[in-house]
């Protein structure tokens, strides 16, 4: 499995960009869903829990015990009634068409194989089931080939972290339509240089989308 040694600190790293806007953001994101069976992969401490509706049968997948342990106290991973357990993204435990909902936030930059766990997202869900995403994705022009020069030592410093990838041409070759999507700064109200630095994981994206027919 994975392990990344920023776990422990990961929410507290986290909060002023939540703060700011992502935690807005996840609401809007997830508010909707209502009912069903949805799994979040790559779910981490469990940020997204809170926003789900009380009436959705939610499963919580992350392959970082460490995560899990920090954002699930009590829980046992193993036990088969537990909703949350340790999986790789790219062989998910599940038979097809077992899901109405998946949800992945901030994940398609940090899994070994972005093209696999969209092909896995899209075999676990029903024909006529959702995704709901968030994530970074590389910038235009210049600010995208700045982004590719530094990803080795972004991705060194950040358990793994690209931030060059582009998950929409990522989804869509794995046969989803994107049905709503918005793109956002979520450093924008940071200090300018703070702000700058952070262009690295900059511009955010979120959206749904809907298996392609066929
Ligand atoms: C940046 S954190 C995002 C956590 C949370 N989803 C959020 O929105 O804050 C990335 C998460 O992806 C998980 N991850 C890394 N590789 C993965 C893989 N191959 N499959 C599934 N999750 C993975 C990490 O353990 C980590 O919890």
Request: proline letters at 8%; hydrophobic letters at 35%.
């Amino acid at each position: 499995m994975k392990k990344c040694r920023l776990a422990r600190h990961y929410d507290r790293f986290m909060a002023p960009v939540e703060k700011a806007e992502l935690s807005t953001r996840r609401r809007q994101l997830l508010e909707s869903i209502e009912g069903g069976s949805l799994l979040e992969i790559g779910c981490g401490t469990g940020v997204n829990r809170p926003f789900y509706h009380e009436s959705v049968k939610a499963f919580f997948s992350d392959p970082d015990e460490g995560m899990l342990r920090a954002g699930f106290p009590g829980n046992n991973a193993a036990s088969q009634s537990s909703p949350c357990f340790c999986s790789m993204a790219e062989d998910l435990p599940f038979p097809d068409a077992t899901f109405d909902t998946v949800v992945a936030t901030l994940v398609l930059c940090s899994v070994n194989d972005p093209e696999r766990v969209s092909g896995e997202i899209h075999r676990v869900l029903r024909p006529d089931g959702k995704l709901h995403f968030m994530e970074h994705i590389r910038g235009e022009g210049k600010h995208g080939i700045w982004q590719d020069r530094f990803q080795p030592l972004w991705s060194l410093v950040s358990c793994g972290c690209h931030p060059n990838r582009t998950p929409l041409d990522i989804l869509r070759a794995a046969k989803f339509g994107i049905s709503h999507l918005e793109t956002f700064d979520p450093f924008k109200s940071f200090p300018p240089w703070l702000r700058f630095c952070l262009q690295i994981v900059s511009p955010f994206i979120s959206g749904v989308a809907a298996k392609e027919p066929g």
